[in-house]
């Protein structure tokens, strides 16, 4: 089964950036859609970015024209740049995967087939 590995996280000052990496364990990773999603203390897992199979990408309205999704094929892995965070980016930060591109374009946390372990992202001064 794939398997993915979240990395990049870290402390970061309101402002500042970092970029998160979700690395694939098998070479048909490229035929799934990946989405970032996260989960803030004391709140519901949400949809963050999505990118298909065929580069279809997508953002939640809160994260446009702050972060970009991009995909590596000869890497296996999956990039989300973050600039300009804010302190409400906080949050543990998960990839997904899955065949079917649907729920991860509509940035749900429902129906995808692979979960990574996350990675805490934590903005403050």
């Known amino acids: 089964q794939l398997q993915l590995v979240e990395s990049g996280g870290g402390l970061v000052q309101p402002g500042g950036s970092l970029r998160l990496t979700c690395a694939g364990s098998?070479?048909?990773?490229?035929?799934?859609?990946i989405g970032w999603f996260r989960q803030a203390p004391g709140k519901e897992r949400e949809g963050v970015s999505c990118t298909s199979s065929g580069d279809t990408k997508k953002y939640a309205d809160s994260v446009k024209g702050r972060f970009t999704i991009a995909r590596d094929e000869a890497k296996n892995e999956v990039y989300l740049q973050m600039n300009n965070l804010k302190r409400e980016d906080t949050a543990v930060y998960y990839c997904?995967?899955?065949?079917?591109?649907?729920?991860?374009?509509?940035?749900?946390?429902?129906?995808?087939?692979?979960w990574g372990r996350g990675t805490l992202v934590t903005v403050s001064s």
């Open positions: 098998r070479s048909d990773f490229n035929l799934y859609a």
């Open positions: 997904a995967a899955d065949l079917q591109e649907t729920s991860c374009l509509d940035l749900l946390t429902e129906g995808l087939e692979v």
